[in-house]
């Protein structure tokens, strides 16, 4: 049952200025009612927190999405849509990793499906992606007089080429 002030707000809600009769006393409870289940799915509605988390071997690479820095391996970075992403990863002693990446949305992120989606507390999409690094080759010591004795044999076979 109602408290007496708010059968007041109900009355005044409703332009009585006499809160007397059953009738006020469930269009108050019918209102206190929708008012408590508003505020409850107010507070109880999420939002989906979408994450992907990047590791690579070798561990401590630095990674770009999108031509955007987000960090060094192993990091997690939350992202906003579903699609193609443009990877780059960079690590001392190993080749540049330029590859694309797929964030494919689950089942239940399907237009339409996803509006009750949204609407469930603490929903999480978690993507893993694993990256293998290529070590880079070490650079050769090269004499000097060597490259450039190559430099002038090459040059001199073009110069005898016919055009």
Partial sequence: MCSESAD?????????????????????????????LTVLCLLGV??????????????GALVYLNDNEVG?????VPFVFYG???VRLEAEGYQPLWTT??????????????LVAEAVPR????????????EQPLAEDVDADQLLDHAKQMRS???????
């Fill in 8 to 36: 007041d707000i109900c009355g005044f809600i409703k332009g009585d200025s006499h809160t007397g009769g059953g009738g006020v006393t469930i269009l108050c409870m019918k209102r206190t009612a929708l008012l408590l």
């Fill in 46 to 59: 999420g939002c989906v927190q979408r994450t992907i988390s990047i590791t690579s071997e070798p561990a």
């Fill in 72 to 76: 060094r391996t192993p990091v997690t």
């Fill in 84 to 86: 193609v992403y443009d």
């Fill in 101 to 114: 990446q797929k964030a494919k949305a689950p089942w239940w992120e399907t237009p339409g499906i996803d």
């Fill in 123 to 134: 929903n999480k999409a978690e993507l893993s992606w694993h990256f293998t690094m290529d």
């Fill in 157 to 163: 076979s073009m110069k005898q080429s016919p055009e």
